[in-house]
């Protein structure tokens, strides 16, 4: 669980964050949504540290991101897996060298360990077959899946996402929503992805947080979503004539009408 109190993030030059609270609970997929500049990015580098918020804190399963020491900190960011925007995958080592980096980096198994664990990876998330290829050789689907095997190789307790679906087309987004979805059920971690894809939002919105101008403006569930009356999320969420119809079909009032 990470819980957030009293979040405030300002830079010299403007104000981002005021007065967040909101708690991400674990074995859920948390989202964080809402539009460009209005601080998504910011808050979640303020959760895995490399922002310093200016007021508040970040609470690790009761511990207090805050308090501690550079060395408590670095220890925990080992339990922290990472999926980028950009797969980031190093193009001069394969698949499997990929998964492998962050065991050979932190972890004291012996090698035959090692690809074992990353093998296990790749099997969970249907690359098993292309541990030999490099990423210049799969498709951009499939080096997301590589990125999340990496990201889990360490069995983190915290997963977070930026934007993992993006320059994806629509099928190959759902693989990827529906596979961070089980991962996070079948490991019991707690996931934090930062998405502009409503896809992802009414497929896998366990927990919805959505900013608006540096606030939390709403949270609820994709069910709470279709009956939600908040002005600005609905303008946000059902800005398309697709998803404003599927809420309409799903109004009470609506139906009654049609």
Not at 50 to 68: A, C, H, N, Q
Not at 178 to 188: A, P, Q, R
Request: some cysteine; overall charge negative.
């Amino acid at each position: 669980m990470i819980k957030l109190e009293h979040l405030y993030k300002s830079f010299p030059d403007k104000d981002v964050l005021y007065d967040i609270n909101t708690t991400f609970e674990d074995g859920k997929t948390n989202l964080i949504i809402g539009q460009s500049g209005s601080g998504k990015t910011v808050l979640m580098k303020c959760i895995v540290g490399l922002f310093e918020p200016t007021k508040g804190d970040v609470i690790y399963d009761s511990r207090s991101f805050i308090s501690l020491s550079k060395r408590e900190r670095t220890l925990l960011r080992r339990e922290m897996g990472m999926i980028f925007q950009s797969a980031a995958l190093f193009d001069s080592m394969s698949v499997l060298e990929n998964v492998m980096f962050p065991l050979d980096m932190f972890s004291d198994d012996n090698y035959n360990e090692r690809k074992r664990r990353a093998e296990f990876c790749l099997d969970r998330v249907g690359l098993l077959d292309a541990i030999n290829k490099y990423p210049g050789e799969i498709s951009g689907g499939m080096q997301k899946r590589v990125a999340i095997a990496r990201a889990i190789v360490l069995n983190p307790k915290y997963l977070f996402c930026d934007e993992p679906n993006s320059g994806l087309d629509p099928k190959t987004s759902l693989v990827i929503d529906n596979l961070i979805h089980s991962i996070t059920h079948d490991f019991g971690m707690t996931t934090i992805i930062n998405t502009h894809d409503m896809n992802s939002v009414m497929g896998i919105g366990e927990h919805i947080l959505y900013i608006y101008k540096g606030r939390n403006e709403w949270e609820g569930t994709k069910e709470e979503v279709m009956s939600s009356n908040n002005e600005r999320l609905n303008s946000f969420i059902f800005a398309s004539d697709l998803f404003r119809k599927v809420k309409e079909a799903n109004t009470p009032g609506e139906r009654a009408a049609q």
